[in-house]
């Protein structure tokens, strides 16, 4: 907030940083609308840098400058990062080869997607045709039978595919955001060399996934054990196309999907049993946050849930250290974060978007209509009251 402080322009430091996630934020959103030509044009930004360095330098210890240059560092800096995403395939990558036969080999790197009459799955290539060295992402989609697992190591023979848009839906930006740039169809001569677990903490979160669905399965039946399934543990891979119009239909699809809601539940469970068991307050968050963590590589961390764990993060942080925040600060330093990672996440994630957007119009609408709402029903409990007056009530 801008202030006065002793007659010279001041501004906290909580608010100069706040303006230089914005400045950053609002970087990746140019970048991500440009041409890739453009995008890349590192040119432009040597020169922005050159430019914010001389100001520096002319402007001395002028701080209102000083700030200024900071944000417009944030800005290059937020261009920067997003140029750093932008692919253009070399011999040593997957996607040079798009358009070819194949043989590849690599480790299935996330738990695979099964569906009725589709199963799907990432392989982590590491070596193509006689051991030639290559890297990159591989989306399979294959028959439902047999099934494969995280961490199978496997080879296959398959026509690599360049991830096209379809119907209106940039599905190649899509895939691009999780550095997937090629995609084979029923492959042939698949394989399973071994089974080397490539990450031991997923395998474990995902064996905790399993045992958790099998037990669900065993208490329920039918759409009613896909809904719960959905709703702890963010499956919603077993829900029909006509359950999912129903619930569209209804306005509560945000039920079946991880968010705020879910994770502020999970949270004040968390702390409950963990005080129940006597884990001191003043490490009570550390816990938390690390029990967050975990359960969020579980369901796979979809952009929901990662943005709803890193708020409740941050909130017991600031409960822990006797401070407070406005959640408008709150998650845009969670946006920040989050983008900071992953760029591509605020064009390219309709996830990262809604999430975002929902909690940001109950930030800031809702204040707004509730004001209203308290004002109309004064104004009509002062009418009725004096109505009943005049009429001798």
């Not at 991830?163 to 209106?168: A, F, Q, S, T, Y």
């Not at 719960?228 to 619930?247: N, P």
């Not at 699809?253 to 999970?266: D, F, P, R, T």
């Not at 957007?357 to 004064?378: H, K, R």
Request: glycine share 8%; hydrophobic share 50%.
């Amino acid at each position: 907030m801008k202030m006065k402080k002793g007659g010279r322009f001041y501004l906290s430091k909580a608010n100069i940083f706040f303006g230089s996630c914005l400045a950053f934020i609002f970087a990746v959103g140019i970048a991500s609308y440009l041409p890739r030509a453009l995008a890349r044009a590192e040119i432009f930004l040597f020169a922005g840098l050159v430019i914010l360095i001389v100001v520096a330098i002319l402007t001395g210890k002028k701080k209102r400058m000083r700030i200024i240059v900071l944000w417009g560092l944030f800005f290059i800096f937020g261009f920067w990062r997003f140029s750093q995403t932008i692919f253009i395939p070399v011999p040593s990558d997957l996607a040079f080869y798009n358009g070819n036969i194949k043989t590849l080999t690599g480790v299935i790197s996330a738990e695979p997607e099964r569906k009725e009459k589709v199963q799907k799955f990432i392989i982590s290539v590491d070596s193509m045709d006689k051991n030639q060295p290559v890297t990159g992402k591989l989306l399979v989609f294959t028959k439902p039978y047999p099934q494969y697992d995280y961490g199978e190591a496997i080879s296959l023979v398959c026509e690599l595919n360049t991830p096209e848009p379809i119907e209106g839906f940039a599905y190649d930006r899509y895939l691009a955001k999780d550095k997937i740039y090629s995609v084979c169809y029923y492959p042939r001569g698949v394989k399973i060399k071994a089974s080397e677990q490539e990450n031991a903490v997923v395998a474990a979160m995902l064996k905790i996934k399993d045992k958790a669905r099998k037990e669900i399965d065993r208490g329920l039946a039918g759409q009613e054990a896909e809904i719960i399934k959905a709703m702890i543990l963010g499956d919603k891979t077993g829900i029909d196309s006509g359950l999912r119009e129903v619930f569209a239909g209804a306005g509560i699809s945000h039920i079946i999907a991880i968010s705020g809601l879910h994770m502020g539940i999970i949270t004040g469970l968390l702390i409950f049993i963990l005080l129940y068991f006597g884990i001191s307050r003043r490490y009570l968050h550390v816990f938390v946050i690390f029990l967050l963590a975990g359960y969020v590589l579980m369901i796979g961390a979809p952009a929901s849930a990662v943005r709803s764990a890193i708020m409740c993060s941050m909130v017991l942080w600031a409960l822990s250290h006797g401070r407070s925040g406005s959640l408008v600060r709150i998650l845009l330093y969670v946006a920040w974060l989050m983008l900071l990672i992953n760029p591509r996440l605020l064009r390219d994630d309709i996830g990262f978007q809604l999430s975002f957007l929902a909690v940001l119009g109950i930030a800031t609408v809702m204040p707004f209509i509730n004001s209203i709402f308290n004002e109309t029903s004064s104004s009509l409990a002062t009418f009725f009251k004096v109505s009943k007056v005049e009429l001798g009530l």
